[in-house]
């Protein structure tokens, strides 16, 4: 036991429960599910009598509303420690799976969890945190079909700073048109598809060949939240996020600046500077 540090006290409590109770899958692994996480995915459509690999996490997600009587999961309750601390921020940083076999439709699969680590704290470019690591293993029957590595940090943000977004090679373009007023979509010089976000290849025909075109930076309103928790690095609460559909046909998600949004209310971007390297675009009614 470490009385000196609660958080670490916590953390070996846990970690000496071992696995939770086994929680069951609400739903036995069925066609309908698995075509509708296809379709979201953006993936060919899938009935060979097994379900992808990938969907192991969600056969056995809690819901929006867990039951009370469901087996305590040692990352939420881990969470809440860290919550209490004041470390109210989350971001994920690590997921490793591994499958033994394919699950087939019928089967209804549980899945066991146990904590195993918690390291901290740490000082990040987000703010001071913990790195919180469990393991899950899915059953079908008494026979392991599925294991995960999953950590995140939980995180104090940092005072006074502003959430910055990852630049890679695949989006380093549409960061750059913001810098110069301009709202830039990738686009295949293949077959011409325009996408974003941005990534490393064409969804629709695989070509490595991409460009961009710039977009009149005008859409409507396809849906919105307002964000009232957790608090937000540089954000006063609560703000609205909506996802904007632009009139060049695809999506984008930001944030909206001039009162109450609503679906479908035409809107659009203006480039708000934040510092020498940091141009974000934001809505606002049309």
């Given at each position: 036991?470490?009385?000196?540090?609660?958080?670490?006290?916590?953390?070996?409590?846990?970690?000496?429960?071992?696995?939770c109770?086994?929680?069951?899958?609400?739903?036995?692994?069925n066609?309908?599910?698995?075509?509708?996480?296809?379709?979201?995915?953006?993936?060919?459509?899938?009935?060979?009598?097994?379900?992808?690999?990938?969907?192991?996490q969600?056969?056995?997600?809690?819901?929006?509303?867990?039951?009370?009587?469901?087996?305590?999961?040692?990352?939420?309750?881990?969470?809440?420690?860290?919550?209490?601390?004041?470390?109210t921020?989350?971001?994920?940083?690590?997921?490793?799976?591994?499958?033994?076999?394919?699950v087939?439709?019928?089967?209804?699969?549980?899945?066991?969890?146990?904590?195993?680590?918690?390291?901290?704290?740490?000082?990040?470019?987000?703010?001071?945190?913990?790195?919180?690591?469990?393991?899950?293993?899915?059953?079908?029957g008494?026979?392991?079909?599925?294991t995960?590595?999953?950590?995140?940090?939980?995180y104090?943000?940092?005072?006074?700073?502003?959430?910055?977004?990852?630049?890679?090679?695949?989006?380093?373009?549409?960061?750059?048109?913001?810098?110069?007023?301009?709202?830039?979509?990738?686009?295949?010089?293949?077959?011409?598809r325009?996408?974003?976000?941005?990534?490393?290849?064409?969804?629709?025909?695989?070509?490595?060949?991409?460009?961009?075109?710039?977009?009149?930076?005008?859409?409507?309103?396809?849906?919105?939240?307002?964000h009232?928790?957790?608090?937000?690095?540089?954000?006063?609460?609560?703000?609205?996020?909506?996802?904007?559909?632009?009139t060049?046909?695809?999506?984008?998600?930001?944030?909206?600046?001039?009162?109450?949004?609503?679906?479908?209310?035409?809107v659009?971007?203006?480039?708000?500077r934040i510092?020498?390297?940091?141009?974000?675009?934001?809505?606002?009614?049309?």
């Open positions: 036991m470490n009385a000196m540090n609660p958080i670490l006290d916590a953390a070996e409590r846990l970690k000496a429960l071992g696995s109770g086994f929680r069951e899958a609400r739903d036995p692994v066609q309908p599910m698995i075509n509708n996480w296809t379709e979201v995915m953006g993936g060919p459509a899938w009935d060979d009598g097994v379900a992808p690999p990938a969907m192991i969600v056969w056995t997600m809690r819901g929006l509303h867990p039951s009370a009587s469901l087996p305590e999961d040692p990352l939420w309750a881990m969470s809440a420690v860290l919550d209490e601390a004041g470390y921020s989350v971001v994920a940083t690590n997921s490793e799976q591994t499958y033994h076999r394919y087939k439709l019928g089967e209804r699969l549980t899945v066991r969890s146990r904590l195993s680590d918690v390291v901290g704290p740490k000082r990040t470019a987000l703010g001071e945190g913990w790195f919180v690591t469990t393991e899950s293993v899915w059953y079908s008494d026979e392991p079909v599925a995960m590595m999953f950590r995140i940090l939980k104090r943000p940092a005072p006074r700073q502003v959430l910055r977004p990852v630049v890679t090679d695949d989006n380093a373009f549409f960061w750059e048109g913001t810098g110069s007023g301009e709202l830039r979509i990738q686009k295949c010089l293949q077959c011409g325009l996408r974003h976000p941005p990534g490393p290849m064409c969804p629709a025909c695989g070509s490595g060949s991409l460009s961009y075109a710039v977009a009149k930076g005008e859409g409507t309103v396809f849906s919105y939240v307002v009232h928790h957790p608090a937000v690095p540089g954000r006063e609460l609560p703000f609205i996020v909506v996802l904007v559909e632009l060049e046909g695809v999506r984008m998600v930001g944030s909206f600046d001039g009162g109450q949004a609503s679906i479908g209310q035409p659009r971007v203006r480039f708000q510092d020498e390297t940091l141009t974000m675009p934001v809505w606002e009614a049309a």
